[in-house]
């Protein structure tokens, strides 16, 4: 918890920072919030792996880049990622979450910002919680608790890329956007090979609705 505080405080810092050159230069900022719909892909991942729905959203700052449309948008989101499994043995859910903070550079068809937009950009992420829970189906026992403790398992810092689409009527918009790791996200957390990258990465669809000031 100490660890969730300290990185978000850093990105509200930031993102102050970022505010006050926007005001400066009369610039937008405002609300991102919606739904993801988050897996995780490769071949150190439980056969059978789905899909884990959460909540992600946050704070956005538009700092435009001369007058042809184009602007770039720092944020800081809160993210519930990870995946659903079920396969011969267990049944669960990889609850997964991070502070990300997204750097796109977004294209609007109109200077003025209203219609459609485009965005792309790096994004890095700060694992705040991993946890694992589900149910053994050859015991009939259930178990819940951190990655660590049932996986041997620990959430990575990420980067990833993201591109999205929307449309905007000036204050309001709906975008959607998908997000995907550029390197492994998980590590065996303890014990011989500790430290070693497992062959793991997230991926993520969202829908978001946006409000600017």
């Known amino acids: 918890m100490r660890r969730m505080i300290r990185v978000f405080a850093l990105a509200v810092l930031a993102l102050g920072a970022t505010a006050l050159s926007a005001q400066a230069q ?7 919030a919606g739904v993801d719909f988050a897996t995780i892909n490769g071949s150190d991942i439980s056969d059978g792996t789905g899909t884990r729905t959460g909540f992600q959203g ?22 519930m990622q990870g995946a659903t499994y ?40 700060f694992n705040v919680s991993c946890n694992d ?29 993201d591109l999205g689409l929307g449309f905007s009527n000036g204050r309001f918009g709906i975008e959607g956007r998908y997000s995907f790791d550029w390197g492994d996200a998980f590590e065996v957390a303890n014990g011989v090979g500790a430290g070693t990258s497992l062959d793991a990465k997230n991926s993520v669809w969202s829908i978001l609705v946006r409000f600017s000031k």
């Not at 009369?26 to 991102?32: P, Q």
């Not at 700092?63 to 989101?77: C, F, H, N, R, T």
């Not at 997964?96 to 219609?115: A, E, H, Q, T």
Request: aromatic share 12%.
């Open 26 to 32: 009369k610039k937008t900022m405002g609300l991102l």
């Open 58 to 79: 946050g704070l956005f700052f538009g700092i435009p880049l001369g007058s042809g449309g184009w602007a770039v948008e720092p944020e800081a989101l809160y993210s």
């Open 86 to 125: 079920d396969n011969s043995a267990f049944k669960g859910t990889y609850a997964v979450d991070y502070i990300k903070i997204p750097i796109l550079f977004k294209w609007s068809k109109n200077p003025g910002g209203k219609g459609i937009y485009a965005m792309a950009g790096p994004t890095i992420g």
């Open 133 to 161: 829970s589900g149910d053994d189906k050859l015991s009939s026992t259930s178990y819940d608790g951190s990655c660590e403790n049932e996986d041997n398992v620990k959430a990575k810092t990420t980067w990833s890329g």
